[in-house]
């Protein structure tokens, strides 16, 4: 596990390898694939349920008052990070296949993290207020803009087909469970910070549910057969591209626009990730019929690759403060 740690390889990462193995090993079908089609829908509003009882609107208002700072960070999200995904079509066929090349597009249009993010803003000694706010916001926003953005971006381009019924199941199994989260709230927030352990463990399973029944109907449908090694590879390549672009970009915008490095450094982890446990369930929903173990395989690559890098870069941060106030005080 120590060896594990220095890649920050943690059990929630670990857990989504294991069942998207278990999803392609032992894939179910018939009346099997029924059930779970429900069961799996049943998980997605209650994850999205819980995610809007969470969530406290006053402290959501109230740490929009630092507008500067979460416009920077939502403009990095929603509107850097698409415009590298479109740019990326150029890479399709001789790189990306039609499919991958979906879930590249479609990891640069789910919003930002939220435990990691604050978790890295923190070690790196930065304003880990400003990160709450940015990295909640991006999610609360993230549930009705990643929709908008795949039927306007992946519809329009062909890279996706989002029709009436997958907008239905939009309201239905994100936005509805969201509202009435938000509803019960006052009823429900103290139990849930009092039984932590429970509801994380929904969460967890509402995601492995989802990474099974994708990588099951993936190799149902013989998905599998159709993508290389180097094809994955190239993936690989892509993603790490993708990340340092943007770590760039966002790290150059702080110091361009005057941020103090606190907030320079919000700006650069909030700006830089992207949500697995917010993007796979989102994923089973707009690609309803569609090959969603290939177009959330990118996610998940992504999602690892800025663990590790991140953790390195938190690290690097947390020196550098040390030794300028080390120098400070002598």
């Known amino acids: 596990m120590k060896f594990l740690s220095r890649f920050h390889l943690d059990g929630f990462v670990l857990g989504i390898v294991a069942v998207a193995i278990l999803g392609s090993v032992f894939p179910v079908s018939g009346t099997g694939q029924t059930v779970l089609d429900w069961a799996t829908r049943i998980a997605i509003g209650v994850l999205f349920l819980l995610y809007g009882a969470r969530l406290s609107p006053q402290e959501a208002l109230k740490g929009l008052k630092h507008w500067r700072l979460h416009s920077v960070v939502f403009a990095a999200t929603f509107v850097l990070f698409p415009l590298i995904g479109l740019a990326l079509r150029a890479l399709v066929p001789g790189v990306l296949s039609e499919d991958l090349y979906t879930g590249i597009l479609y990891l640069c249009l789910v919003p930002s993290t939220v435990q990691s993010s604050i978790a890295f803003t923190s070690i790196a000694k930065g304003n880990v207020a400003g990160a709450i706010v940015s990295a909640s916001f991006s999610n609360l926003i993230g549930v009705f803009v990643t929709p908008a953005l795949v039927i ?44 932590s352990a429970p509801t994380r463990i ?129």
């Open 152 to 195: 306007l971006l992946m519809t329009t381009t062909g890279d996706a087909h989002v029709d009436f019924s997958s907008i239905l199941d939009i309201v239905l199994q994100l936005l509805l469970p969201f509202f009435v989260g938000q509803l019960i709230r006052p009823f429900v927030i103290d139990w849930l910070q009092k039984y």
């Open 202 to 330: 929904v969460d967890r399973g509402s995601i492995f549910l989802v990474v099974f029944s994708a990588f099951s109907a993936s190799m149902n449908e013989g998905i599998w057969h159709t993508v290389t090694v180097w094809q994955v590879f190239g993936v690989v390549l892509v993603c790490c591209v993708v990340l340092a672009v943007v770590l760039a970009v966002t790290a150059l915008a702080g110091r361009k626009l005057g941020f103090s490095v606190p907030d320079r450094i919000v700006i650069v982890f909030c700006g830089s990730k992207k949500s697995l446990a917010t993007g796979l369930p989102m994923a089973s929903v707009l690609f309803v019929g569609q090959p969603v173990g290939l177009i959330v395989l990118p996610l998940m690559i992504f999602h690892q690759i800025q663990l590790i890098v991140c953790a390195a870069l938190a690290q690097q941060y947390s020196r550098r403060s040390r030794e300028e106030s080390a120098s400070t005080v002598a």
